[in-house]
T-cell receptor
């Protein structure tokens, strides 16, 4: 069973904020929300994670709804190098990471 | 930051031969590593979990005799594709578990991947 639902693809204009949604309506109390991305033909890269509070780091912001049933990854000023497949993953701390199909983000000049 | 080095980045071999892929944690100790494979235009598929000093745990449907995993030290895990065939051609990616942040929430650091082509 898929734990997360993401749009298959999205476009974003260069310099604008990219908002990538993720639905995880069956999330359990001990499960974290993780985001990774994979640029074409490279290994995936960790972006950010959170439990229930919003989080921000040098790469992105993660907004988690109060009921924790959905979240949004925000890339504040998308560049062409942000074109990648973005994976939203829900899992307990020490569990293995299972990737879904993700969202293919295209940043357009 | 934590770096995982994977080698070789690409390899071409003849059908029936064996290929070894190495995954090293460069500046940290990795008690647990994971191996994934990825076919074109598909997502990553977890093959196995590799634990230092013990046998790997394979996902359902992954042949343990074909994909041999060894994790003999805290910085090295290897994947050997035995008797490779064209259908084994794929992108193989390793990752290691790294603690992150105050919460200690595990994140994965990934290698750059190894593209295997079996002729």
């Amino acid at each position: 069973d898929a734990k997360t639902t993401q749009p298959t693809s999205m476009d974003c204009a260069e310099g604008r904020a990219a908002n990538l949604p993720c639905n995880h309506s069956t999330i359990s109390g001990n499960e974290y929300v993780y985001w990774y991305r994979q640029i074409h033909s490279q290994g995936p890269q960790y972006i950010i994670h959170g439990l229930k509070n919003n989080e921000t780091n040098e790469m992105a912001s993660l907004i988690i709804t109060e009921d924790r049933k959905s979240s949004t990854l925000i890339l504040p000023h998308a560049t062409l190098r942000d074109t990648a497949v973005y994976y939203c993953i829900v899992r307990p701390l020490y569990d293995k990471v299972i990737f879904g199909p993700g969202t293919s983000l295209s940043v357009i000049p | 930051g934590a770096v995982v080095s994977q080698h070789p980045s690409w390899v071409i071999c003849k059908s029936g031969t064996s290929v070894k892929i190495e995954c090293r944690s460069l500046d940290f100790q990795a008690t647990t590593m994971f191996w994934y494979r990825q076919f074109p235009k598909q997502s990553l598929m977890l093959m196995a979990t590799s634990n230092e000093g013990s046998k790997a745990t394979y996902e359902q449907g992954v042949e343990k005799d074909k994909f041999l995993i060894n994790h003999a030290s805290l910085t090295l895990s290897t994947l050997t594709v035995t008797s490779a065939h064209p259908e084994d051609s794929s992108f193989y990616i390793c990752s290691a578990r790294v603690l992150a942040g105050v919460s200690g929430a595990n994140v994965l650091t990934f290698g750059a991947g190894s593209r295997l082509t079996v002729l």
